[in-house]
């Protein structure tokens, strides 16, 4: 039987790892577009091969995944990202809209955190996000397919209450999600606003870094 995901915010911790660190900045996460198509590309270039594996199903060549990021459609899907404080696209969210079966819709996500900015419950964040904006898009099922050696995903799978079928070294699993409602509606809008007003300092903050720097006399004009 399917659990409905009714919880907003709920805190899914992977197992083995520890809670986020209380003095680090929250996890926020940002709606992508068109004009992040860069920044995408670098992040999945940044996976090595065994994070590929667990990301696309298998390893991929550089010139797979340009086409893949070439190809992202931001007018149909949705995609998420966590930027660190140097603007470095470290989580990313793929929420991909599946053709709609009579008044079913279903959509797919993938998820990639790169290995420096992982145990901070980002994978977690990017879910949770996808969750919402599936329901408040009508959506009644969100599906993951991914390897069944993929531990992390299976975690947050087990946690979010989704039914799970394992077949030939891969898993595929189901959430089914609650029509969206004005808190989830609220809920979405509010963490978007947070995200990019988090995105705009940290932006000013590197450029504001950068300006100095020009400034600061070299070691050379020393």
Avoid: W
Wanted: overall charge negative; proline content about 4%.
């Amino acid at each position: 039987m399917n659990m409905s995901f009714n919880r907003l915010a709920s805190p899914i911790v992977a197992a083995g790892r520890p809670l986020p660190d209380t003095g680090r900045s929250p996890v926020l996460v940002r709606e992508l577009s068109s004009g992040d198509r860069d920044r995408l590309l670098a992040h999945f270039l940044a996976l090595d091969e065994d994070d590929r594996l667990l990301r696309f199903g298998q390893i991929v060549p550089d010139h797979v995944i340009e086409n893949y990021v070439g190809n992202i459609d931001f007018a149909h899907d949705t995609v998420f990202g966590v930027f660190d404080d140097q603007l470095l696209l470290v989580g990313v969210g793929h929420l991909a809209y599946l053709p709609a079966e009579g008044d079913k819709r279903t959509a797919e996500y993938g998820v990639s955190v790169l290995e420096s900015a992982r145990g901070r419950g980002i994978g977690t964040k990017l879910f949770e996000r996808a969750a919402i904006r599936s329901r408040n898009t009508q959506v009644s099922t969100l599906y993951i397919h991914c390897l069944s050696r993929n531990a992390t995903m299976m975690h947050i799978a087990k946690k979010a209450g989704m039914k799970i079928e394992y077949a030939y070294g891969e898993a595929d699993a189901y959430l089914s999600l609650a029509p969206a409602d004005q808190t989830s509606l609220i809920a979405e809008m509010l963490q978007e606003q947070a995200a990019v007003f988090d995105y705009a300092i940290k932006r000013q903050a590197c450029r504001t870094s950068r300006m100095f720097e020009a400034f600061m006399p070299t070691a050379d004009a020393a």
